[in-house]
């Protein structure tokens, strides 16, 4: 039995603000006079959609800001009504969206998880058995008779998580929760979210902007855009495109966000990635010999240069730094302009965007003149292995690897 | 019908712990705190009290104070559950846009807090009572009739009021002056044996007179405040003649009231 049936689904907004009573009068007269008033557009925040879901699965939806996912999970979770089509529910439904709705700020978190609770379609009764459960997960036992407002942010959260997945529902829906308080703690709720659907068998609908998470956590993967279904499938390979989609929309960028600190003494011309022959190149293959290319313009004599170059994904995770160390420290750069070059003999960098980091520290102490990050993106390509092969989750090769097998 | 009622039924704990919410916020860093419930009718009831000894309102053997409190007691619950139901749907706008449960329970809880106000307002009325030695008799029992009654009124004012205010804000700022208007309209400062006497006794109105009370008790306070007064008070069975015309009425727009609330409760996501 399908725990969800979503036939048709259409939502449509009128673009532009709120009608006064006035213009509403006005229409009101209008249409009994039988003219016309201008009607303003229409948006489509989604587009005649159709899936359905069945009991155990995990489906993890994804799509740009604006594709029509949180759309999408309001309707699912009844809070607003379709403009045409019709969403099919069986069973109770957890909606964990944006947890923490209807926290008071005046109440002690005792407090709260009773009023939360009982929001969230949990009996008197079913709190009380739960309650230290609750406090337990969310490790605010010292603090659960104080007010919440005097909680920090991320305690809120923390308590407002635990109460939301202690609602025993068929079905779970989980929007953008995962991103939430400390590390330990994100660790803490994500195993809590796997062990309901791995060991509980529970369905539930994901929708996240992390699309590693969603890999990982479901087993089917829509793809929303513009309020269409583009793709529905295995999460592996639906996440795979959309990841190809966003390679090819942030390469294409024309005009990067470049985020540059300096002192005025010098200024950054250029950094680019260049082949053999020196021509600039924005693709670079797997595996192959490639230069960072860098220009610059001083207006004054630099001493004893140190040059960083950094790689760093476009969501900006450090892969690799190389620094110059010593090997320019004896020498001068005069007023001009210069070029510093750095070779990568073989780039173990997998298929994917990446962008380049530099920065140029100069003197005895040393100080920086120099800093930029998101300088210069390129794509890495790889005409070989497929995207979808296991060897290309994560970012880079490692070479050289033994294996060993003991069978006993 | 039953059906509402059924879901009704299976929301009351939800409904019940959010009143407890308004009731716990309102007063939980006051340090009257619940005092003030009753601080509104009896302030009234003086001003009022004083006001009468310049101008005069004849209120028959029952003493003023206590006939003016015991009107005011319907009427503040009644004008207070009617704007708090009609608020109560923007109030609680983070919850809609985040979580279904059906609407109604935000008029309904509404008005449900204001029972705990009035229950307090009760207790005063009954001081009253001793102190100028009035005994109420079998009569009473009429009270949680009325009461309901009142209820009724209220929410046909909060439903549509409700939803209305989600479109147009305007609804919040209009309904006060509404509502002080409507009080004039009603029998709280004056005794509705004065109407009555005017317009039925005298023909005051002339041919007109006899229709302009028929319209006055369309008004349901109207028969409220007089009914209340006189099964508390009086000792009286309440006036149906009163009471018939604002019943009628109420028995009509309630329904209408909440079929519109139901109708725009679905895009309140949408607009809020």
């Known amino acids: 039995m399908s725990i969800i049936e979503v036939d048709h689904l259409t939502k449509e907004y009128r673009l532009g603000t709120l009608r006064s009573l006035k213009q509403t009068l006005l229409n009101g007269a209008a249409f009994l006079t039988g003219k016309k008033m201008p009607e303003a557009p229409l948006f489509k925040a989604l587009d005649d959609v159709t899936f359905s879901i069945e009991q155990g699965e995990v489906v993890g939806i994804i799509g740009h800001t604006g594709a029509g996912k949180s759309t999408l999970l309001k309707m699912r979770a009844k809070i607003s009504t379709p403009t045409r089509g019709t969403v099919k529910m069986n069973g109770r439904i957890a909606p964990l969206i944006e947890v923490g709705a209807g926290f008071v700020p005046d109440f002690t978190g005792r407090e709260n998880v009773y009023l939360n609770g009982s929001i969230l379609g949990l009996s008197r009764k079913e709190i009380d058995q739960k309650f230290d459960e609750i406090v337990d997960f969310s490790e605010m036992a010292e603090f659960i008779d104080t007010p919440v407002k005097r909680y920090s942010s991320g305690m809120q959260v923390k308590l407002a998580f635990a109460v939301a997945t202690s609602i025993e529902a068929e079905l779970l829906i989980v929007d953008e929760v995962l991103a939430v ?29 992390n699309i590693r998470q969603v890999e990982r956590l479901c087993n089917r993967t829509i793809l929303l855009s513009r309020g269409k279904i583009v793709l529905d499938g295995p999460s592996h390979d639906v996440c795979n495109a959309f990841y190809e989609e966003n390679d090819n929309k942030i390469s294409n960028q024309k005009s990067i966000e470049r985020k540059i600190q300096s002192t005025g003494e010098v200024e950054l011309l250029e950094i680019t990635c260049v082949n053999a022959a020196g021509k600039s190149i924005s693709e670079v293959v797997y595996g192959e010999m490639v230069t960072v290319a860098v220009r610059l313009k001083t207006s004054k004599a630099l001493e004893g240069p140190i040059f960083v170059i950094g790689i760093h994904t476009t969501d900006f995770v450090y892969i690799a730094t190389i620094t110059s160390h010593q090997e320019f420290r004896g020498r001068t750069l005069p007023t001009g302009v210069h070029e510093v070059r750095l070779c990568l003999p073989q780039l173990p960098l997998l298929p994917g965007v990446y962008s380049l980091r530099f920065s140029l520290d100069i003197g005895d102490p040393i100080k920086n003149v120099l800093y930029g990050e998101s300088l210069s993106k390129f794509l890495v390509i790889n005409n070989e292995i497929q995207r979808t092969s296991p060897a290309c989750e994560g970012l880079i090769f490692l070479s050289g690897n033994q294996w060993s097998l003991d069978v006993r | 019908m039953l059906r509402i009622a059924k879901n009704l039924y299976d929301y009351r704990e939800l409904m019940v712990t959010l009143a407890w919410k308004n009731i716990a916020l309102r007063y939980k860093q006051a340090y009257l705190g619940i005092v003030w419930a009753i601080l509104k009718p009896i302030t009234l009831m003086l001003i009022f009290t004083l006001v009468r000894s310049f101008i005069g309102i004849e209120s028959g053997n029952i003493p003023y104070p206590i006939l003016t409190f015991a009107a ?31 609407r109604e329970i935000f008029p309904i809880t509404a008005v449900l807090t204001k029972v705990v106000e009035l229950i307090i307002n009760f207790v005063i009325l009954a001081g009253l009572m001793l102190w100028y030695h009035l005994m109420p008799s079998i009569y009473i029992l009429w009270v949680p009739l009325l009461i309901g009654y009142t209820i009724l009124a209220a929410l046909t004012i909060a439903f549509v009021g409700a939803a209305l205010n989600v479109y147009y804000r305007d609804m919040a700022q209009a309904l006060p002056v509404v509502l002080s208007l409507l009080m004039y309209v009603s029998p709280v400062i004056y005794p509705l044996r004065l109407v009555k006497d005017k317009l039925l006794v005298n023909q005051t109105a002339g041919e007109w007179s006899d229709t302009l009370y028929t319209l006055y008790t369309l008004n349901p306070l109207a028969g409220i405040i007089d009914s209340f007064q006189s099964v508390v008070l009086r000792n009286q069975p309440p006036d149906l003649a009163a009471l018939t015309p604002g019943a009628i009425a109420i028995a009509v727009l309630l329904p209408l009231s909440y079929l519109y609330f139901k109708r725009a409760e679905s895009y309140f996501a949408d607009v809020i």
């Not at chain 1, 308080?181 to 902007?209: N, P, W």
């Not at chain 2, 923007?90 to 979580?99: G, P, Y």
């Open chain 1, 181 to 209: 308080g400390d590390l330990a703690f994100q660790r803490k709720c994500f195993d809590r979210i796997e062990d309901m659907i791995k060991r509980q068998g529970k369905t539930v609908l994901l929708v996240s902007h």
């Open chain 2, 72 to 102: 005011l007691l319907p009427w503040t619950f009644f004008q207070e559950s009617a704007s708090d139901g009609v608020g109560s749907v923007v109030s609680n706008a983070t919850l809609i846009k985040k979580i279904y449960f059906p």
